[in-house]
């Protein structure tokens, strides 16, 4: 019992005040730092997520050109998995390289918005449409047929890039684009002579144009619309042509060059419409629409013919009749004819 009596008569030091503040404030620091640190770990782990961003890169044979050397320098897309249709962009191209020439053939590209094209200070700007999307590691854009200036170094950009995702609603895609560093020394390695460009044969591939009407086109006027692709040097350039009358040959045609959408002229539809595609080389394809409404009795030219090949046939028979007696004139005729 004296054990129990002086176990019971034991106190704990009383905490003062004070104390109690002060553990407070250090677990509410501790607290503070703790979140802090998971904070940052989870930050930098999302950091550390690949981020699948669509890639677009320059390729060339070698970095480095001698002055006055020419070179090609290609443009590719890395999708990273996604389906992609649209891409857009104006590639940065500084001295000391100076654009010779925007090659397009066997793009990847089915139809250019914007064909690549020099727009001047060594900018190439191009938008174009992939129907259906594309999921490729390597899809290639076109290429740049480029010349060593004076020596120096610089490095190839990309501003205003865009990526739609085939998604049906134009989703843009996060993209980025690989630099590419260059230089143009006295003491480069001889670059292999660029081959000879293909000599294009081939026409445009084969289109059918559409006579559409919408609000929100042309102030709701008709309008045909067109577009069509060329593997080879690309398609340079489209014209149309309207006419009451079907063609059988192309001489005195007045095409006129036009873009999609063109607005009809005959906003009846009662012509024939002609579109043709016009490829870098030359080589054309035409294609015919045929027209929607049919022409009134007075609007068809061979009504007209016929109509006045019949007059002239009956006002003929008419003063016959009234100068010679009409048939017995060409009876007596014969008759005389028979006697002599």
Request: glycine share 8%.
């Amino acid at each position: 019992m004296r054990y129990r009596h002086q176990f019971q008569r034991v106190r704990l030091p009383h905490r003062r005040k004070e104390d109690a503040d002060t553990g407070s404030r250090i677990w509410d620091h501790g607290r503070s730092f703790i979140i802090a640190a998971i904070t940052t770990m989870g930050f930098t782990a999302f950091l550390a997520l690949p981020v699948h961003a669509a890639e677009v890169w320059a390729s060339a044979v070698q970095q480095d050109v001698r002055p006055l050397r020419s070179m090609e320098i290609s443009f590719f897309m890395d999708t990273q998995g996604r389906e992609i249709n649209a891409v857009e962009g104006t590639a940065v191209i500084p001295s000391p390289f100076e654009i010779q020439e925007v090659r397009d053939g066997n793009s990847d590209v089915t139809f250019w918005v914007e064909r690549p094209a020099y727009s001047g200070e060594g900018n190439v700007h191009f938008a174009g449409v992939i129907p259906g999307g594309r999921t490729d590691e390597a899809l290639y854009l076109f290429s740049a047929i480029v010349r060593g200036g004076e020596p120096g170094s610089g490095q190839i950009g990309m501003t205003d890039l865009r990526v739609l995702l085939n998604d049906g609603e134009g989703t843009a895609a996060p993209s980025a684009f690989r630099g590419f560093a260059f230089s143009v020394r006295d003491d480069a390695p001889e670059l292999p002579p660029l081959p000879p460009k293909a000599k294009d044969l081939e026409p445009p591939e084969s289109f059918e144009p559409l006579i559409v009407q919408d609000p929100a086109i042309a102030d709701g006027k008709k309008v045909v619309v067109f577009m069509t692709q060329d593997k080879g040097s690309g398609v340079a350039h489209y014209e149309v042509f309207e006419t009451r009358r079907e063609l059988t040959y192309e001489e005195d045609v007045r095409w006129i060059k036009a873009e999609s959408p063109y607005v009809l002229k005959d906003q009846e539809l009662k012509s024939y419409v002609y579109v043709k595609a016009t490829d870098r080389e030359g080589n054309e394809r035409i294609r015919r629409l045929e027209p929607l409404r049919e022409r009134s009795i007075y609007e068809n030219n061979m009504n007209w013919i016929i109509l006045l090949v019949a007059f002239c046939a009956g006002f003929i028979v008419f003063i016959v009749r009234k100068r010679y007696g009409g048939v017995h004139y060409f009876k007596r005729n014969g008759a005389e004819k028979k006697r002599r």
